[in-house]
């Protein structure tokens, strides 16, 4: 069974400083993985899709790593915002059955 | 193009009651997963249909089922309801049920169970 943890459960930084988002997961057979933002209340939005073969991905501010022989991930989010509020989810799709295994979540406050 | 819309967006029904959560992918989208995310968990697996066909189901009870149409819309219905079944039920779509494409999620229906 694939475990999904997500250290830590929260942070709180000032504006501006960079944030570092921990994901680890148990089963490295792993078919991709993606990172989604979801606000209070609403739904996931997709960040990073992240394929096994991958390193890493990139788009704007956000980073992410992928070391599946280690089983983990990182997001790194350059120069935070008051608008970077908000809970980062890691989710893992299996290789044996495409199903997304999440972790519970680091909640992020950026204050102002 | 719309996102992938669920309806109704908030609800309350009783215990004992049954519920149908309605999904429709976005377009083009022939894959449609439902998740069940109870207050400051992760979301959890519940069921995967692909072309219609169930592809994957999660460890949930037989109470809980789901269809997926023609147009690639879904329900998925709860009969008996208990207290426990308070979540909130996201209905995710992909281009096919095997890809590394990215999976989108819809805004998630709040079921409130008294």
């Known amino acids: ?112 | 193009d719309a996102g992938v819309t669920q309806s109704p967006t908030h609800l309350i029904k009783t215990r004992g009651q049954h519920v149908t959560l309605r999904c429709s992918p976005i377009s083009g989208h022939k894959s449609v997963s439902w998740y069940q995310q109870v207050l400051g968990q992760g979301p959890q697996f519940i069921f995967q249909y692909y072309e219609k066909e169930e592809r994957g189901r999660g460890n949930f009870p037989d109470r809980f089922s789901a269809r997926q149409f023609p147009n690639y819309s879904s329900e998925l219905n709860v009969n008996a309801l208990l207290l426990g079944d308070s979540a909130l039920y996201l209905c995710a779509s992909s281009l096919i049920w095997s890809s590394g494409n990215t999976i989108y999620f819809g805004e998630g229906s709040w079921l409130t169970v008294v």
């Open chain 1, 1 to 112: 069974k694939q475990e999904v943890t997500q250290i830590p459960a929260a942070l709180s930084v000032p504006e501006g400083e960079n944030l570092v988002l921990n994901c680890s997961f148990t089963d490295s057979a792993i078919y991709n993985l993606q990172w989604f933002r979801q606000d209070p209340g609403k739904g996931l939005t997709s960040l990073l899709l992240i394929q096994s073969s991958q390193r890493e991905q990139t788009s704007g501010r956000l980073n992410a790593s992928l070391d599946k022989s280690s089983g983990r991930s990182t997001l790194y989010i350059a120069a935070s915002q008051p608008g970077d509020s908000a809970t980062y989810l890691c989710a893992v799709i299996r290789s044996n059955d495409y199903k997304l295994s999440f972790g519970a979540g680091t909640t992020v406050t950026v204050r102002a």
